[in-house]
């Protein structure tokens, strides 16, 4: 298995150039089932997520294909549904498979999707997903570890009241409401970017689709949705975590593609900390050249919140920052186990409550050899070795693989000592 090697100390130091958001694409993909028509999704991120998320789509009946010219550029055409069933050796790889789950009950009027399950940051129930699609006339059984759902009558409206503003129940209920009867209204729906750029595909697919972005959102549901071209956004979480790789190398970095309006709390809290941020409508340039950093507390949130996706990364920053930064987790109950292989680099950090820390900058980290939990977790031990002193490895170099386009290639270009090796 591969690794990768970081020999740090090295100030970062170029252009970035930000890729699709994965996030948004998982669930755009998913919307391509919802008609008979040709889809083409611009700015999609190659990583293995969505690699993977095209051979479900593919599973189902959907034909894949690649641009010719534009490697960011695929169309999906699902002409006829051919297999409503998202199998568990296909979903347990790949949380989001079962982002399937609204589409296809709304076009075909049943699905079999195996429960997810859940991961190393939580339990991720999915309850909000079967108890809104119920709402909206799904017949819904969970039988041998799958989610039978039938509705053969088609999908009715509904005003459904979110316990939690999940991402995941957002993109589900958003998309089956296109095409469900009548009026659906999700109350305390999550409001991030990628619900938004969801929302604005499936307008440009004629849907009726008002409110994303906000915590009501309503949908009138249509007969029948079009084919359509549409741009992924740029990758908020990337680009937060490359913003991060310039603040701990103090360094400077220029994001390229990327949206700064989208990071608004965490480049606010960049700047408190003491780095210079200075955005463009496309481009964002993070400076620490020379700069003392101190701690900041950080608490996660659903949007415009402080995103969980970047809370391991910024408390990877905060163990080179003066003084005490308390992290507190609230979306995953955990999401904080990368605390102890940080420490194993020198990081000081004490877990005070089950989902907080507490962390004390140090002056120097050690690089040595650490293990990637999960995606996130692992670009924070990529930081930490940017940081260190010496030689860092870092193991399961496939949770990176999912989420960053390209990793060793983009840090390479910017200064970073950095190459895949084989695992001793
Ligand atoms: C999405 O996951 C993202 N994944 C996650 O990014 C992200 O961390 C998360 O949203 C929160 O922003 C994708 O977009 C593919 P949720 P999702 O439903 O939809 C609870 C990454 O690193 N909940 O918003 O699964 C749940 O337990 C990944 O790119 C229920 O209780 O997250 C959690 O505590 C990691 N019941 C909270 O809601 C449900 O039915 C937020 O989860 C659904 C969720």
């Known amino acids: 298995m591969d690794m990768l090697k970081i020999t740090g100390g090295t100030p970062l130091y170029g252009i970035v150039p930000i890729s699709g958001s994965k996030n948004a694409t998982l669930p755009a993909m998913c919307a391509t089932l919802l008609t008979n028509e040709p889809v083409t999704l611009e700015n999609v991120p190659w990583l293995s997520d969505t690699q993977f998320m095209g051979k479900i789509l593919a599973n189902l ?23 409503s069933v998202a199998p568990y050796d296909l979903v347990r790889q790949m949380r ?9 009950l709304a076009r075909n009027g049943a699905a079999t999707v195996s429960m997810p399950g ?10 909000m997903h079967v108890d809104s699609l119920k709402q909206m006339g799904a017949d819904i ?9 039938n509705a053969e009558h088609g999908l009715h409206g509904a005003e459904l009241n979110f316990k939690t503003p999940s991402v995941g129940a957002t993109c589900n209920v958003l998309m089956a409401a296109t095409l469900a009867n009548g009026q659906t209204i999700i109350n305390n729906a999550a409001r991030e970017p990628e619900i938004v750029d969801l929302a604005n ?3 440009s697919m004629g849907a009726k689709v008002s409110g994303a972005g906000e915590s009501v959102v309503q ?3 249509v007969k029948k949705l079009t084919g359509t071209t549409h741009k992924i956004i740029a990758d908020r979480i990337e680009a937060g975590s490359y913003a991060v790789a310039a603040a701990i190398t103090r360094g400077k970095l220029e994001l390229k593609n990327a949206d700064a309006g989208t990071l608004g709390l965490p480049l606010d809290i960049l700047h408190k900390s003491g780095v210079d941020i200075q955005s463009t409508q496309n481009t964002i340039v993070v400076d620490a050249r020379g700069r003392e950093l101190k701690g900041q507390d950080i608490i996660t949130a659903g949007y415009p919140g402080f995103p969980t996706d970047l809370q391991a990364q910024f408390m990877a920053l905060m163990t080179t920052a003066k003084g005490d930064s308390t992290i507190t987790e609230n979306i995953f109950e955990n999401r904080l186990m990368h605390a102890p292989e940080l420490m194993r680099m020198g990081a000081h950090i004490d877990k005070n409550t089950p989902n907080s820390a507490v962390v004390q900058g140090v002056e120097k980290l050690d690089g040595c050899i650490v293990t990637a939990s999960d995606l996130r977790a692992g670009f924070a031990l990529v930081l930490m070795g940017l940081a260190a002193q ?6 399961h170099l496939y949770h990176l693989e999912r989420g960053y386009v390209d990793l060793v290639g983009k840090l390479s270009n910017v200064d970073a000592k950095i190459s895949r090796v084989k695992e001793k």
């Open 141 to 149: 059984n969970i039988q041998n570890g799958y989610i039978v759902a």
């Open 219 to 221: 949908i009138e549901g």
């Open 390 to 395: 010496g030689d860092t490895f870092v193991r």
């Open 61 to 83: 009946g959907t034909n894949c294909a690649k641009d010719m010219e534009n490697a960011d550029k695929y169309t999906y055409h699902t002409q006829v549904i051919t297999n």
């Open 118 to 127: 859940g991961c190393v940051i939580g339990a991720r129930p999915v309850d």
């Open 201 to 203: 595909m499936l307008n």
């Open 96 to 104: 989001a498979s079962y982002y399937v789950l609204g589409p296809l």
